[in-house]
C-alpha cells in the first residue's frame, strides 16, 4: 500500500485581544456593511508587540505537543513559515526550538515566501517524510504571521495575527494528502511586499485581488491535469471542481475566497468539453451562490473572526472546516490553495482522515478564542503605535509565550 503522508493534528494560537469590525468601520466612517458584507470580517486580531511570530508561533506549537502528546524526540524537522520574522539571518525556527526545549537532532529553518511560506514547509515536510528521507520521523510545521497595513489604510480592515502550528507525519488524521498532483503558478510581480526595516506591507490592493486570481487560474488546471490524469475527478455531468467536498482558499479577508471560488469554477466552465455557452452565461454560472454555500462557506468561521494571518490563513480555513465538519468529511477529498504575493499559488488535495472529528475535539479552538478580549478602537490605536522593541510587560497565560525585552540585540521571551 502507498505512503500515506500528510497532517496528523493542528494547533492555533491567537493574541490576546481584538477590535470588532464594525467598531473600526464606524471609528473609520465607513458604512459598516463595507466591511462586514463587503470583505466578509467580523472582528480582526490586535497583536501587541509582545506577541510577535516567534511568541505566537512557540504557543502553537507547545500547544500543539502538549495537546497531542507529540514526543519531540520523534520529530526530525522544524519549519516555521512566516513573511514577518524577526531577525534577517536568525530563524523563528530557532526560536521556537530553543523556547520549546527541542532536542537538537532535527533540522530547523523559515520558509519565506509571503503567505505561501507555511505550504512551501508543508510540502517540503511531507516529501521529506513521503521520500523515507525523514526515516519513520514526523515535522512540525508552524505558519505565523502578523497583517499589518497601518492606521487609516485601505487594507487596515483586512489585518490580523496569530500562528497555526502543524504535525505532518505518516498517521495524517486530519488530511491525507494527495502527493505529486499539486499545481504550481509562479511569476514576479509587485503586488504586495514589505521592504526591510518596515513593519507595514505595501500593496497594490486591487492588482494583489488580480494577481491572486490569475495565479490560481495557473494552479488550479494544473492540479486538475494530473487530477483527471489519476482519474481523481473527470469531465461529466459534475465539473471536476466540484468533486472536491470542500476547497480552502487562501484567505487575505472572507470576500476572497469568494472571488477564488468563482474564478476556479470560471476554469472549469471554460475547458470543459463539448459545453456551448457565452461568456457571459459562464461567468454568471460561476458566481453560483450554492457552490460557494456547499463548497467554500463554512470553512470561513475561524478567519472572519480572526482576520489576516498571512502564512497560516489557508490553515486557519482547515480549523475552521475541520473543527465543525471534521465528522461529516471522513474520508472524503478537498482541495487547497494557497498563495502568497510575489508570488506563488499552489493548488493541492488530500483526503479527511478519520481522527479528524478526534482531533480537532482534542485541540479545541474554541477554547484558545474564548479567552480573548474584546477592545476599543481607541485601545487598538494605542496598540498599533506601541514600539516594536518595548514590549509591554504583561505575564503570559499558561503554555504562552510572550517577547519580554530586546537587550543588545537579542531577544528574550517569557513562557507562562
Ligand atoms: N456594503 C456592502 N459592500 C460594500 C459596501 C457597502 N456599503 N461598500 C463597498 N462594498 C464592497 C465593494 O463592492 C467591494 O466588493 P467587491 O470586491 O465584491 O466588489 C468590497 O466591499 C471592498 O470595497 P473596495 O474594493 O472599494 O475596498 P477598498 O478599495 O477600500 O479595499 C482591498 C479593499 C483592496 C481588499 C484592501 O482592503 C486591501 O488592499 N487589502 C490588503 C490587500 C489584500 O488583502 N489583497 C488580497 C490579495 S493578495 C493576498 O492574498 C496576499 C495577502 O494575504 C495580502
Not at 518596515?198 to 494552479?219: F, K, M, P, Q, T
Not at 455531468?237 to 487562501?250: D, K, N, S, V
Not at 477564488?260 to 463539448?274: N, S
Not at 494571518?309 to 465538519?325: D, R
Amino acid at each position: 500500500m502507498k505512503k500515506q503522508v500528510g497532517i496528523e493534528a493542528l494547533a492555533i494560537a491567537v493574541p490576546r485581544r481584538y477590535v470588532d469590525i464594525e467598531d473600526l468601520a464606524r471609528a473609520r466612517g465607513v458604512e459598516p456593511a463595507k466591511y462586514t458584507a463587503g470583505l466578509g470580517a467580523k472582528e480582526m486580531a490586535v497583536a501587541d508587540p509582545g506577541e510577535d511570530s516567534v511568541a505566537l508561533a512557540a504557543s502553537a506549537a507547545s500547544r500543539l505537543i502538549q495537546r497531542h502528546g507529540v514526543d519531540p524526540s520523534r520529530v526530525g524537522m522544524l519549519v516555521v513559515g512566516t513573511e514577518t520574522g524577526v531577525d534577517h539571518s536568525k530563524a523563528v525556527s530557532s526560536h521556537v526550538q530553543g523556547l520549546l526545549k527541542l532536542p537538537r537532532t532535527m533540522r530547523t529553518f523559515d520558509a519565506q515566501h509571503a503567505c505561501y511560506g507555511g505550504t512551501a514547509g508543508l510540502m517540503a515536510a511531507t516529501e521529506w517524510i513521503a521520500s523515507g528521507a525523514g526515516a519513520g520521523r514526523s515535522a512540525i510545521v508552524v505558519c505565523s504571521d502578523i497583517a499589518r497595513y497601518g492606521l487609516n489604510t485601505a487594507g487596515e480592515p483586512t489585518q490580523g495575527g496569530g500562528a497555526v502550528a502543524l504535525l505532518v507525519s505518516e498517521q495524517p488524521d486530519l488530511l491525507a494528502l494527495d502527493i505529486g498532483l499539486n499545481g504550481v503558478s509562479s511569476m514576479d510581480v509587485y503586488d504586495f511586499w514589505r521592504p526591510l526595516g518596515r513593519r507595514e506591507a505595501v500593496v497594490d490592493g486591487h492588482y494583489s485581488i488580480n494577481c491572486y486570481l490569475d495565479a490560481l487560474s495557473g494552479a488550479y488546471r494544473g492540479w486538475r491535469e494530473r487530477a483527471l490524469a489519476h482519474e481523481v475527478v473527470r469531465w461529466g455531468e459534475t465539473l471536476p471542481g466540484e468533486q472536491l467536498a470542500r476547497i480552502l482558499y487562501h484567505v487575505p479577508f472572507c470576500k476572497m475566497a469568494r472571488k477564488a471560488h468563482t474564478q476556479l469554477r470560471l476554469c472549469d466552465l471554460e475547458d470543459a468539453p463539448g459545453r456551448e455557452s457565452t461568456p457571459a452565461a459562464r461567468e454568471e454560472a460561476a458566481k453560483s451562490p450554492a457552490s460557494y454555500e456547499a463548497q467554500v462557506a463554512s470553512s470561513l468561521g475561524l478567519n472572519a473572526r480572526i482576520g489576516n494571518v498571512y502564512t497560516a490563513s489557508l490553515y486557519l480555513a482547515l480549523a475552521g472546516l475541520l473543527q465543525g465538519e471534521g465528522a461529516e468529511l471522513a474520508g472524503k477529498r478537498i482541495g487547497l490553495l494557497s498563495y502568497g504575493s510575489g508570488c506563488c499559488a499552489e493548488f493541492y488535495s488530500g483526503v479527511v482522515g478519520e481522527g479528524a472529528a478526534r482531533r480537532m475535539a482534542q485541540t479545541d479552538v474554541e477554547a484558545v478564542l474564548a479567552k480573548r478580549e474584546r477592545v476599543s478602537v481607541e485601545e487598538y490605536e494605542r496598540i498599533m503605535k506601541l514600539p516594536s522593541d518595548a514590549p509591554e510587560p504583561l505575564t503570559p497565560a499558561p503554555g504562552e509565550f510572550r517577547l519580554t525585552e530586546i537587550r543588545e540585540h537579542r531577544r528574550l521571551y517569557a513562557g507562562g
